[in-house]
C-alpha cells in the first residue's frame, strides 16, 4: 500500500480564492481525520470521519470549512473563500477500527494564504 | 486541543548517546503512542504502548509508561544523525480522538 496520499503538497493562493485539498486514505481503514498544524496551535483536529461518516466536526474554525468523503477511498477539504489565516500544512490520516495500531498520516499540504 | 505535555521541549545531544524523551497527561487512557515528525513531512507512528504494560522495546526504543503518575518516557538508545526529528505523545481515551502533545525536538549533532 502506498500510504495515505494527499494533493497537493503545496499550495499558494490568494486571500478569498477557494482551497481543497484532497486525500486517500489506506484501504481497509475506517476512520479519516483531517489535521491543520502549525507552530502557534500544534496539532488541531479539523473533522473525523467513520466508514465515510462525519463523526465530529467541531474542530472545523468556521463556515469557511466544510470536508466531504463521498466513499471510502476519498475525501475532500474545502476553504472558501481563503484567509491568511488559515497558512498551516494540513494532515490526513487514516487508523483502522481502533487506533490501537496507531494513525497513519500523510505527507501534508502545506496552504499558503496570501 | 493538546493536553499532553512532553518534556523537553528541545534536545540537542551527540550522535551515539541516549535521548529520553518524557509525556505527561492528564485523565486515564486506553493506549499511549508516540511519532516521529521529519522537518516537512508527516508524522509516523512509532510505538503504541497499552494501559496495563509498563514497558514496551522496539528496535533501539524503549517506551515506559507510569499509569499512576500518568507519565510516560520514550528511550533511543545509541541515537543516529538520522533520529533528528520531533516527538509526539498522543493519549487514546477510548473514543475516536488522540490528545497530542506539543513535541519534543530532538537534535543529533554528528
Known amino acids: 500500500d502506498a500510504g495515505v496520499i494527499q494533493s497537493p503538497r503545496h499550495e499558494v493562493t490568494e486571500m478569498g480564492q477557494e482551497v481543497t485539498l484532497r486525500c486517500k486514505p489506506i484501504?481497509?481503514?475506517?476512520?479519516l481525520f483531517w489535521y491543520r498544524q502549525t507552530m502557534m496551535r500544534g496539532l488541531e483536529l479539523l473533522i473525523y470521519f467513520n466508514n465515510n461518516v462525519p463523526i465530529d466536526d467541531s474542530g472545523m474554525p468556521e463556515d469557511r470549512f466544510s470536508a466531504k468523503m463521498p466513499n471510502a477511498s476519498f475525501s475532500t477539504l474545502k476553504i472558501q473563500p481563503s484567509e491568511p489565516r488559515d497558512s498551516a500544512v494540513y494532515f490526513c490520516?487514516?487508523?483502522?477500527?481502533?487506533?490501537?495500531?496507531?494513525?497513519?498520516f500523510g505527507s501534508g499540504t502545506r496552504l499558503t494564504v496570501v | 486541543s493538546q493536553q499532553g505535555e512532553e518534556d523537553p521541549q528541545a534536545l540537542s545531544i551527540q550522535e551515539g548517546e541516549n535521548a529520553t524523551m518524557n509525556c505527561s497527561y492528564k485523565t486515564s487512557i486506553n493506549n499511549l503512542q508516540w511519532y516521529r515528525q521529519n522537518s516537512g513531512r508527516g508524522l509516523v507512528h512509532l510505538i503504541l504502548?497499552?494501559?496495563n504494560e509498563r514497558e514496551k522495546h522496539s528496535g533501539r526504543l524503549r517506551v515506559t509508561l507510569d499509569t499512576s503518575k500518568k507519565s510516560s518516557s520514550l528511550l533511543i538508545t545509541a541515537s543516529r544523525a538520522a533520529d533528528t526529528a520531533s516527538y509526539f505523545c498522543?493519549?487514546?481515551?477510548?473514543?475516536?480522538?488522540?490528545?497530542w502533545g506539543a513535541g519534543t525536538k530532538l537534535i543529533i549533532k554528528p
Open positions: 490520516a487514516s487508523s483502522g477500527d481502533r487506533s490501537d495500531y496507531g494513525y497513519t
Open positions: 498522543a493519549t487514546d481515551r477510548g473514543n475516536y480522538q488522540l490528545i
Open positions: 504502548i497499552r494501559s
Open positions: 484501504s481497509g481503514h475506517n476512520s
